[in-house]
């Protein structure tokens, strides 16, 4: 549904570009990574589900898709080949990059739907930035996690399947895109134990005694061997269902909110 004839601005022509900035939509802007997910799932999934989400999010309501960024921030990775990863500074100045010539080419009212956690602050970066400098309110949703938020209740302990190329993307991978997930290299997740710390995920350790983690970073690949944490057995395509309605559904509300409470003001600073 949508007053343009292609929610896809790569699909526009430049003469049809002005004319849809002139009708001030919201831009989503699908941001992903190339890095790895274990050895069932393929290594440009936040990629595919970033450009995903925003297409359903287009669906609902009449906004505009930008061509994606597929290639993040994902230095944690770098043991696991096939991790493409940019630098910090690179894709912050890409994302800052994208929203000034965004503007302008018209456009003030500018999603960013990320899809990958070492994304966020440099995208967090440029977005306050181009507050600061453009004067654009930048929204941005964050679909992967998103589904950690929304999903604990589906599970008997989400702490035990809840992971990287585990719960829930596992499930979400199998309802979006089963002929990407390889279901026979499915690996059993989990950390190892490394010089005396017991790690409970890339950056976090137990400390004996102590009811909360302590934060410590390692490369991935020093605490993981197949790259999967959490248990991979849960994942089953009525799950990613569930997924698929509830951060879709969360994402749409969120964009919502954004147009109606920039449609006036998207230019102006809160007083
Ligand atoms: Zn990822």
């Known amino acids: 549904m949508t007053k343009f004839r292609t929610p896809e601005l790569g699909k526009m022509s430049w003469t049809e570009v002005t004319e849809a900035a002139e ?24 990629s595919i589900v970033a450009d995903w989400v925003a297409h359903r999010i287009a669906d609902e ?16 990775f770098r043991g696991y080949p096939g991790n493409l990863s940019l630098s910090a500074e690179t894709l912050r100045t890409a994302i800052y990059e994208i929203i000034a010539t965004l ?7 500018i999603v960013l739907v ?6 966020v602050g440099p995208a967090s970066s440029a977005a306050v930035d181009a507050r600061r400098d453009l004067g654009v309110l930048i929204g941005h949703v964050y679909p992967w996690s998103l589904g950690y938020s929304l999903m604990r209740d589906v599970y008997d302990d989400a702490s035990k399947v809840y992971g990287h190329g585990a719960e829930p993307e596992h499930s979400a991978m199998l309802a979006i895109f089963p002929d990407q997930v390889q ?15 017991q790690p409970a995920s890339y950056t976090e350790a137990h400390i004996p005694g102590q009811p909360i983690t302590g934060t410590v970073f390692w490369d991935f690949s020093e605490v993981s061997a197949s790259g999967v944490t959490g248990d991979v057995h849960a994942a089953n395509p009525e799950i990613g269902k569930v997924w698929i309605d509830r951060v879709v559904g969360f994402c749409v ?5 954004y147009d109606k409470n920039t449609r006036d003001t998207s230019s102006a600073r809160a007083s």
Not at 187 to 193: L, S
């Open 114 to 119: 990320n899809n990958n956690g070492g994304n």
């Open 23 to 46: 009708e001030n939509p919201v831009v989503l802007v699908p941001i992903g990574a190339i890095e790895q997910h274990g050895p069932h799932l393929p290594i440009h999934e936040d």
């Open 61 to 76: 309501l009449d906004v505009l898709v930008a061509p994606p960024l597929n290639y993040g921030h994902s230095p944690t």
């Open 183 to 197: 279901s026979d290299r499915v690996t059993t997740g989990g950390m190892r134990e490394l010089n005396g710390w």
């Open 253 to 257: 509300a969120f964009v919502r909110e």
């Open 103 to 109: 503007v302008d080419s018209g456009f003030r009212r």
